[in-house]
């Protein structure tokens, strides 16, 4: 499973960005999908969730500014980030959450980063 993710950029604050991320590759069932996201000197953090089921969460920094979405058919989950803030810069990283069909738990996938940065 590879995952593929686009859209990450420079822009003013209050400005607006979309990130997209294609999974590709053999998976099936039930999944995950989200950004994360991981600014320099701090830890990785959870920034939006959506199940296959349209089930979703945000972290509460975010909540009313980004919108989380997915297309199952393709795979892709797209992040829509509006009145974006300065603490909003970081390195976003698109997961694949797969449970584990061995034992408890899910299996991760992740993409290369993809750079936002928010000036003020």
């Known amino acids: 499973v590879q995952l593929q993710a686009s859209g990450g950029g420079v822009v003013q604050a209050g400005g607006s960005l979309r990130l997209s991320c294609t999974a590709s590759g053999t998976f099936f069932g039930l999944n995950e999908m989200a950004w994360y996201r991981q600014a320099p000197g701090k830890q990785r953090e959870l920034v939006a969730a959506i199940t296959t089921g349209g089930t979703i969460r945000y972290a509460d920094s975010v909540k009313g500014r980004f919108t989380i979405s997915r297309d199952n058919a393709k795979n892709t989950v797209h992040l829509q980030m509006s009145i974006l803030k300065p603490e909003d810069t970081a390195t976003y990283y698109c997961?694949?959450?797969?449970?584990?069909?061995?034992?408890?738990?899910?299996?991760?996938?992740w993409g290369e980063g993809t750079q936002v940065t928010v000036s003020s």
């Open positions: 997961n694949l959450a797969i449970p584990d069909q061995q034992r408890p738990g899910v299996i991760d996938y």
